[in-house]
């Protein structure tokens, strides 16, 4: 059995409308199957009281001042591996700067064994993109993590060419695909619904971070055009983002005479987030690129939602174009408006999508199935 220290930026339960209400789950199941698991964060906002005895949670000091918080925070993230008599192995699963710098150090500094989840592949850019200093250095960090690791694991054989461009000096053999993982026994059909969801119209949804780049504006031109063709159905976007841009869809619903029937609720608790995705009429994922394979399309799909997703890095492993959902080209919002009316207008291919997106999910996207994988690729790399 082998003792882990992973990372999350903050501890909030599930009533936290963020990520890291996963990340936490996800790692009180691998704990199931390890000696040991240390959590290493700096925000604690709720910890629950019946953690798993070989479950730690180290709380690091945290020195809130502008501009020198992030390098505080990186030297203070680097720390909890190099003096650790207790680690094996060091596992991150995030972009952040500090724990991929922690990874580093710990490779490189205390000769730990590593392993690295590029969950997404929104860091790497195009070859024709300019970054700004900012982004260089998280990039620069994240090759110098990659290349150091010594298992690096991908959500999709779909994202191989994107990590060839971006890490063109990775060593192959170490690269290991495993799927990402939905809780299914939380995310499930059959669930009661939120009460907006309570007016008998049907219900478009989308949940996430709320940027250009997850093709949220597509789907507002989308829902324009379903509004001429389906007239009983509202659009509600979960989330958080730049206020900015936020403001510019709300606009933008203006411009196109839709506002009354698109709802932006913000950050929505984890807890709550099944009870929305058991109830929509169609879950939509209209990302423009840099994904894995998201998180949000899986619950949703374990959830028995039907989805229509674009054809981007790893979605179309999960989402099988007809059996499990529908797929359609990223920004190509006339294609996104035909594919949801299709949805919305067919009871029978909503339904049989549905039963055929919960199957998948439970026979290769489950806690059951990915957690021991996981686990398994710990044990082999300490070893």
Known sequence: MVSVMTFTGKIGGLKSASLHAQYFEEYLALAS?????????????????????????????????PKIYGLTKVLFYCLPP?????????????????ELTSLWTAKKIARKPTVLTLGGTWLFGKPYERPGVKKSIFRWILRRSAYSADIVIIYSKYMLPEIKYFLPKLDEEKLRIVHNAVNTDRFKP???????????????FWVGRITEDK?????????????????????VIGGTGDRTYIDKLR??????????????TGGIPNEEVPN??????????????GEGIPRALLEAMSCGAPVVATTVSGIPEAVIHGETGLLVRPRHPEELADAIVSVLEDEGLARRLGVQARIK??????????????????????A
Do not use: W
């Open 190 to 204: 059959g669930l009661p619904p939120p009460s907006i969801m309570n007016d008998g119209l049907k219900t478009i």
């Open 215 to 235: 093709g949220v504006g597509d789907l507002v031109e989308a829902f324009s055009m379903v509004r001429k063709k389906v007239k009983d159905v509202k659009l």
């Open 276 to 289: 929305y995705m058991a109830n929509c009429s169609v879950f939509v994922y209209p990302s423009r690129g």
């Open 82 to 98: 190099l003096i650790s008599q207790q680690t094996d192995v060091v596992y991150v699963r995030t972009f952040s700067p500090p």
């Open 361 to 382: 999910m439970e026979a290769e996207f489950s806690h059951r199935v990915v957690i021991p994988r996981l686990a398994e690729l710990l044990e082999e790399v300490s």
């Open 251 to 264: 606009r933008r619903c203006t411009e196109l005479g839709i506002e009354d029937r698109v709802v932006f």
């Open 33 to 65: 199957y390890l000696e040991r698991v240390i959590i290493v964060t700096d925000t604690v906002e709720y910890l629950p009281s019946d953690l798993p005895r070989n479950v730690t949670v180290l709380t690091l000091p945290k020195i809130i001042i």
